[in-house]
């Protein structure tokens, strides 16, 4: 025995004390649920936004062209189709097109009336639907898009699925001059105000 080592003593513990095993087990386990175990407060809730959608916008792209299909006045709705070559960049700098004719005042050279004679103009109220299908583009499939999700599928029975018809639109423009705080919304893909959205949806403005 050296003289630095103490002599056994009855009753007296030897080791680390039990006290400092536990806390050492539970710090430990606290450090592997931080550190291991994804935190739920990174995890993005379902359905409560849109995935999101590179978009480079590419200021030296050709202006895309676009005809009128439908007209649909009774629901302030216009189908309009693209080339199906049409980039996502150039139906995004078409929308910004669209949204600045209204700013000047000059969307009615472009487009259709949806509101003729409204004290707010010709497009106080607009749904314009992009497609770059002109099968798409049809009333019936216009007006389940304009309906909702929601809508009873037996309202427009021989038309496409909503679910269908809204993965075809490539963009989305909706004008409500009512709504002064928010009049213009543009978006790639498509959502219904309940929030139900297509797989390339990404709102624009």
Same mark, same amino acid.
């Given at each position: 025995? /050296?003289k630095?080592?103490?002599?056994?003593?009855?009753g @007296?513990? #030897?080791?680390?004390?039990?006290?400092?095993v536990?806390?050492?087990?539970?710090? +430990?386990?606290? !450090?592997? &649920?931080?550190?291991?175990?994804?935190?739920?407060?990174?995890? =993005?809730?379902?359905?409560?936004? $849109?995935?999101?959608?590179?978009?480079i916008?590419?200021?030296?792209?050709?202006? &895309?062209? %676009?005809?009128?299909? /439908?007209?649909?006045?009774?629901?302030?709705?216009?189908?309009?189709?693209?080339?199906?070559?049409?980039?996502?960049? =150039?139906?995004? #700098? !078409?929308? @910004?097109? !669209?949204?600045? #004719?209204? !700013?000047?005042? /000059?969307?009615?050279?472009?487009?259709?009336?949806?509101?003729?004679?409204? @004290?707010? +103009?010709?497009?106080?109220?607009a749904?314009?639907?992009i %497609?770059?299908? @002109?099968?798409?583009?049809e009333?019936? /499939?216009i007006?389940?898009?304009? =309906?909702? #999700?929601?809508?009873?599928?037996?309202?427009?029975?021989?038309?496409?699925?909503?679910?269908?018809?809204?993965? =075809?639109?490539?963009?989305?423009?909706?004008?409500?001059?009512?709504?002064?705080g928010?009049?213009?919304? $543009?978006?790639?893909?498509?959502?219904?105000?309940?929030?139900?959205?297509?797989?390339?949806?990404?709102?624009? %403005?």
């Amino acid at each position: 025995m /050296t003289k630095n080592q103490e002599p056994y003593e009855e009753g @007296k513990r #030897a080791g680390a004390h039990p006290l400092l095993v536990v806390f050492g087990i539970l710090i +430990g386990l606290w !450090l592997f &649920v931080a550190l291991i175990v994804p935190s739920s407060r990174n995890k =993005q809730a379902t359905g409560t936004e $849109g995935p999101t959608v590179s978009v480079i916008e590419d200021p030296e792209a050709a202006p &895309v062209m %676009f005809q009128v299909q /439908t007209t649909i006045l009774d629901m302030n709705t216009l189908g309009l189709v693209v080339p199906s070559q049409a980039t996502d960049s =150039q139906i995004v #700098a !078409l929308l @910004k097109r !669209l949204k600045q #004719a209204r !700013l000047d005042g /000059t969307l009615g050279e472009q487009l259709p009336s949806t509101t003729p004679g409204h @004290k707010l +103009g010709d497009h106080a109220i607009a749904d314009i639907f992009i %497609f770059s299908d @002109k099968h798409y583009a049809e009333a019936d /499939t216009i007006r389940t898009l304009a =309906q909702g #999700a929601h809508a009873p599928g037996t309202l427009y029975p021989n038309a496409v699925p909503f679910e269908t018809a809204m993965e =075809q639109v490539r963009g989305h423009y909706r004008i409500d001059l009512n709504d002064t705080g928010s009049p213009d919304n $543009g978006s790639l893909g498509f959502a219904d105000e309940s929030g139900i959205h297509s797989k390339r949806y990404k709102r624009i %403005f």
